[in-house]
């Protein structure tokens, strides 16, 4: 357990983004890469770590230039890597925050975001499906809006995202499957509530009902035919990238949107729990967990119950808060830091 605490503004939720950065995907906050720079700097930013993980010890390093660069750069042992999905196969991370507080209710791509999180705690590919497809969909949409669109290029384009859909929707299958099979052995009264995740999407229908060579000529006629409905949309409106989550608060059975906003948070906590549980049992190597701001909300019984899960578990988990007494119950073996104005103090 690592305790940041400090008041408001201090800087700690920028070092949890900083080592959300050391896995694929945009980080904690999920923004552009521009706007991670330092306001007033020069709009570069890196990131460097030496991290300890099942395959060794390695330094995982990240960087972005903010000229006109649009994706970042990524080194293992200083060997600048072709993409961030080389970072997969190092570490893995799941993480909530404040913002998260409202993700049951908020929109679907939220939920899909947070669920394809999991995903990439078991599959090591999955980030790069996600964003191959998307970035594949955006040439889609793009050749749509001409006037002329080639027909050769677009189905393509088309048999290329299939495949990236299919891969994406088997991953998303197994893993929802997996969590199932956890949350039913381990569901307990603890003070974290389990939740029974549901999958919704046509893709992950189609994968489920026809062998996936099949499934992907499906989706890539899917496409072909919704050409014209696409272009008047603007979007792409069938595919892995409008599946919905929906969540039971499990001891309930009641819609977890329909929890108080209390039950909500304990119920995401436990989510992310059983999920690094599931993690660590079939691949013997637990997630980091980067929890913003976890402790506050929780009364202290709670508390106390995160911090035994979390030992528990055994896992290295970031936690902040402002007040250092949120972490008293967290034990001699937690490591404790003041941030204060940009600095981080050791403390014991
Ligand atoms: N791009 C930026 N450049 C400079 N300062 C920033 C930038 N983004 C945020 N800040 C400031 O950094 C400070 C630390 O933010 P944060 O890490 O969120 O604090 P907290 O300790 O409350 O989690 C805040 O005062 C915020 O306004
Ligand atoms: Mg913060």
Redesign the pocket.
């Known amino acids: 357990m690592i305790c940041l605490f400090?008041p408001?503004?201090?800087?700690?939720?920028?070092i949890l983004e900083a080592v959300s950065l050391l896995v694929p995907g945009r980080g904690l906050r999920g923004q552009d890469f521009h706007?991670?720079?330092?306001?007033e700097g020069n709009g570069n930013w890196a990131v460097a770590s030496e991290v300890q993980c099942p395959l060794g010890e390695v330094r995982l390093g990240t960087s972005f230039e903010g000229g006109g660069a649009t994706s970042r750069k990524v080194a293992v042992d200083g060997h600048v890597e072709k993409s961030a999905g080389a970072l997969a196969q190092y570490l893995k991370m799941l993480w909530l925050t404040p913002a998260q507080d409202r993700l049951f209710m908020g929109p679907g791509s939220d939920r899909r975001r947070f669920f394809d999180r999991m995903v990439a705690s078991f599959n090591d590919a999955h980030a790069s499906h996600v964003s191959a497809f998307e970035k594949l969909m955006r040439e889609r949409n793009a050749l749509l809006q001409h006037h002329r669109a080639d027909e050769v290029w677009l189905a393509t384009l088309e048999t290329q995202m299939a495949e990236q859909a299919i891969a994406i929707a088997v991953a998303r299958n197994q893993a929802s499957d997996l969590l199932a099979r956890h949350f039913a052995s381990h569901a307990s009264p603890g003070p974290f509530p389990w939740g029974v995740l549901q999958l919704h999407g046509e893709i992950e229908e189609l994968v489920a009902t026809f062998p996936a060579v099949q499934a992907e000529d499906e989706y890539a006629k899917i496409l072909a035919d919704s050409r014209g409905l696409d272009r008047s949309q603007q979007r792409t409106m069938r595919g892995p990238h409008r599946a919905d989550i929906s969540v039971l608060h499990g001891p309930k059975s009641t819609p977890a949107e329909m929890c108080s906003t209390g039950e909500q948070k304990a119920l995401l906590i436990g989510l992310v729990l059983a999920q690094a549980q599931a993690a660590k049992e079939v691949l013997e190597a637990s997630p980091i967990l980067l929890l913003d701001e976890v402790a506050a909300h929780l009364d202290e019984a709670r508390r106390r119950g995160l911090f035994a899960a979390l030992a528990a578990l055994g896992c290295q988990a970031w936690m902040?808060g402002t007040d250092e007494n949120l972490f008293a119950e967290a034990g001699a073996s937690a490591c404790r830091y003041e941030?204060k104005d940009?600095t981080v103090h050791v403390r014991y």
């Open positions: 400090g408001n503004g201090a800087g700690k939720t920028n706007h991670l720079a330092r306001l902040t941030v940009g």
